[in-house]
């Protein structure tokens, strides 16, 4: 069960949501829980002490993904998922240049952004 937190509530509704959540998936399989920052993930932590099979990560480890992703519990027990399709640290990854390129054109396409940003802004200054 994965859940991605986009705001976060309050800890009453986390002590039901955590409980509800546990009961429906935490028996066999882990509840992932991806937050905004390492500062919603800790709060989030503390009202998740009491479940072992609920773990956390930030969604810019989500973003920087290369090999795997780490999620923690409130315990600081680990559950570590390589990203097998990369083949692992230890393996030639044969999408390397692809991903280089995809970098590359994503910075690209930023930088034109934000001169069209520019670029619009003294529009409207010059009117």
Sequence with gaps: M?????SL?????YARIFTDL???YGRED?????????????W??????????????TLEKVQKIDYG????????????LPRLHKGGVLFFDP?????????????EFER?????VSNNQLRKENR
């Design 69 to 80: 992703l780490l999620f923690t519990n409130a315990k600081g027990e680990t559950l570590y």
């Design 95 to 107: 999408d390397e240049e692809t991903d280089r390129e995809f970098r590359e054109s994503e910075a």
């Design 30 to 42: 882990a509840i992932l829980y991806i937050v905004k920052d390492e500062t919603e993930m800790k």
């Design 44 to 57: 989030l932590m503390k009202y998740a002490r009491d479940w072992d099979r609920i773990y956390f990560t």
């Design 2 to 6: 994965i859940e991605v937190e986009s």
């Design 9 to 13: 509530k309050n800890k009453r509704r």
């Design 22 to 24: 546990y009961v429906q």
């Design 112 to 116: 034109f952004r934000k001169e069209e």
